[in-house]
């Protein structure tokens, strides 16, 4: 069974840090890109960041690019979201996916992604 948990989200104030993990297990995806999205309350679910495979190409919404890294270790099946200068917008509760299609650059529409966490609440205070 294909499961992915993620954990480190919480309360912050505005300028903070948080990471944010994503551990995969039920099979290795090692050879899929992984990306993360977030849902604000009343909004659509909205594309965040992804990493390829590799871990050598990445690609990140405007909004979060020079704020938030994506990373992965594949050794470990965890992929990371390090999210710096915080601010209350990017409250929302954040989720991790896997790509449907192995071996390609990360996409940003959620459509194309086949598993996905259960969510991690992400809160910035002002």
């Known amino acids: 069974q294909v499961q992915l948990v993620e954990s480190g989200g919480g309360l912050v104030q505005a300028g903070g840090s948080l990471r944010l993990s994503c551990a995969a297990s039920g099979r290795t995806f090692s050879s899929y890109a992984m990306g993360w999205f977030r849902q604000a309350p009343g909004k659509d679910r909205e594309f965040v960041a992804t990493i390829n495979w590799s871990g050598g190409s990445t690609y990140y919404a405007a909004s979060v690019k020079g704020r938030f890294t994506i990373s992965r270790d594949n050794a470990k099946n965890t992929v990371y979201l390090q999210m710096n200068s915080l601010k209350p917008e990017d409250t929302a509760v954040y989720y991790c996916?896997?790509?449907?299609?192995?071996?390609?650059?990360?996409?940003?529409?959620?459509?194309?992604?086949?598993?996905w966490g259960q969510g991690t609440q992400v809160t910035v205070s002002s």
């Open positions: 996916a896997v790509d449907s299609i192995s071996f390609r650059l990360g996409v940003d529409s959620p459509g194309e992604y086949d598993y």
